[in-house]
């Protein structure tokens, strides 16, 4: 039989990260658990992260993300930093390929790959990644959960756990009332947001993410987000609304399972998917 002590010491010991990132990594050694990855050459961290890019594609693609050309994914370049991969214009979600992705500049130029760049996704994306040099990755896609609740110009409340993960974490933007992104002086709100916020609601338009962690995190982290605006969707239809959560409880959540480096680990199965079901993805 265990003594108080002896229990207290346990969860102690639970509750601990060592050297661990997350609690969610297992105490006990020798257990399959995904690992962040590590890189002998610049070449490789790149073949990682073009991958990871056209993986965030296709799970986009899964989600029902697409909407004609609308919608854009990019890493930045882990050697020249000015430069980020991106998905190539007018191609499905679905049909992007390792051979297809575009390499473009701060300035919208293509200096690698033979399609052409989205221009609304170039003034957005480029902006951000010139603006803040540590973001590696951004997503933004027209979904029709995030576009509808975008339009409402309201943030997401922490009814649950999931919403907590933007707990103090996203902003609602409301410059330029939706009017499509295409001239380089737009968009300077969402810029400013990208700060200090993994995720913004640009109002009458949708939802962007971006990671200074990796891009597997900035895809999960939208398409979390998309599923916290149809919650709150939900919820908002409800005569009774639930309460919201206690602050120090959204904290709390935000803390232990809203961090970048869970971002990522969410985003690990869903990659285990898309390469399973998506043969053709690293053509």
Request: negative net charge; contains cysteine; hydrophobic residues 40%.
């Amino acid at each position: 039989m265990q003594t108080s002590t002896a229990v207290q010491t346990k969860k102690a010991q639970s509750n601990s990260l060592d050297n661990r990132e997350s609690i969610y990594q297992p105490e006990q050694k020798g257990l399959i658990f995904p690992q962040t990855p590590e890189f002998s050459s610049l070449a490789e961290e790149r073949e990682h992260r073009k991958q990871r890019l056209v993986a965030g594609c296709r799970a986009f693609a899964m989600h029902n993300f697409d909407y004609g050309m609308a919608g854009h994914i990019s890493v930045r370049d882990p050697e020249h930093t000015n430069l980020y991969w991106t998905n190539p214009m007018a191609v499905h979600f679905s049909q992007v390929k390792m051979s297809n992705l575009i390499l473009a500049d701060h300035e919208g130029t293509v200096v690698e790959g033979q399609h052409a760049i989205n221009r609304a996704g170039f003034v957005v994306h480029s902006s951000v990644h010139e603006a803040h040099p540590d973001i590696v990755a951004m997503c933004h896609a027209h979904t029709p959960h995030g576009t509808a609740w975008c339009s409402t110009g309201r943030p997401i409340d922490p009814y649950n756990q999931d919403a907590a993960c933007f707990y103090d974490n996203h902003a609602v933007v409301g410059d330029d009332g939706g009017a499509v992104t295409v001239f380089k002086d737009q968009g300077e709100g969402v810029v400013q947001a990208f700060a200090k916020n993994r995720a913004v609601l640009h109002q009458n338009h949708g939802i962007l993410t971006a990671s200074r962690h990796s891009v597997d995190d900035a895809v999960f982290w939208f398409i979390a987000m998309d599923r916290c605006c149809q919650v709150q969707m939900l919820i908002e239809s409800c005569a009774n609304k639930p309460p919201l959560m206690a602050e120090s409880a959204a904290r709390h959540s935000a803390t232990h399972v809203g961090s970048d480096y869970l971002g990522w680990l969410h985003f690990q199965p869903v990659y285990d998917q898309v390469v399973a079901a998506n043969p053709d993805m690293f053509d």
